[in-house]
């Protein structure tokens, strides 16, 4: 079998093995936060921090909510690494947005954090931070979840069919999610252009 052909067999799979139950909670979760006006805040490093722009911009584009990512504001982000060290920075970013319970942390992560491991701290003490002020946590998680999945209010594991490429199935199918989640029913609010184009079609 070439690579290209199991990549592939192994992102059906993956896709047939993810829990509808669970990211059905997340989409009446997003929900209650969208009815209160709350905002979403997205956590993640790498390329799930690319995959948190680009969540930004679909859930303030099509579903109405207010969304952030600390990532995309590059000049804070490494002042804080500089000045206060990595951990800080999502954790500070948070209390200078007021952080409050009407709000959602979105974690999308390989691994979801690990103070013991020392992987991805500055995702746990931004979650120690969401609970203290009883903001809601979501997480798109890989591998077993780690910190975030044990603090979620509701999430979903990428499950793991290859351990050779646990990363790249992660943030290829956290993309996945969120695009399942700006097109679901409960929650769009504006149609794409392609489809607002197909719509206007006589």
Not at 36 to 58: K, T
């Amino acid at each position: 079998m070439s690579y290209a052909k199991q990549y592939l067999t192994e992102t059906s799979t993956i896709a047939g093995l993810l829990d509808t139950e669970s990211l059905e909670r997340m989409v009446d979760l997003i929900l209650k936060i969208k009815v209160a006006e709350g905002r979403i805040f997205f956590l993640g490093v790498g390329g799930s921090a690319a995959n948190c722009s680009h969540a930004v911009n679909d859930f303030r584009k099509i579903l109405g909510i207010e969304a952030y990512a600390p990532t995309d504001n590059v000049a804070e982000l490494t002042a804080r690494t500089n000045d206060e060290g990595w951990q800080t920075v999502f954790v500070e970013w948070l209390k200078i947005s007021h952080l409050s319970a009407n709000d959602a942390v979105f974690v999308l992560s390989v691994g979801g954090g690990s103070l013991e491991k020392n992987i991805s701290a500055n995702l746990v003490f931004a979650l120690k931070y969401a609970q203290s002020v009883e903001a809601k946590i979501i997480g798109v998680l890989g591998r077993d979840g780690g910190f975030t999945a044990s603090v979620a209010d509701a999430s979903v594991m990428i499950p793991t069919v290859n351990a050779e490429a646990v990363t790249p199935h992660a943030e290829g199918f956290q993309a996945v999610i969120l695009h399942l989640l700006v097109s679901h029913p409960k929650l769009k609010q504006h149609s794409c252009k392609w489809e607002a184009i197909a719509q206007l079609a006589p």
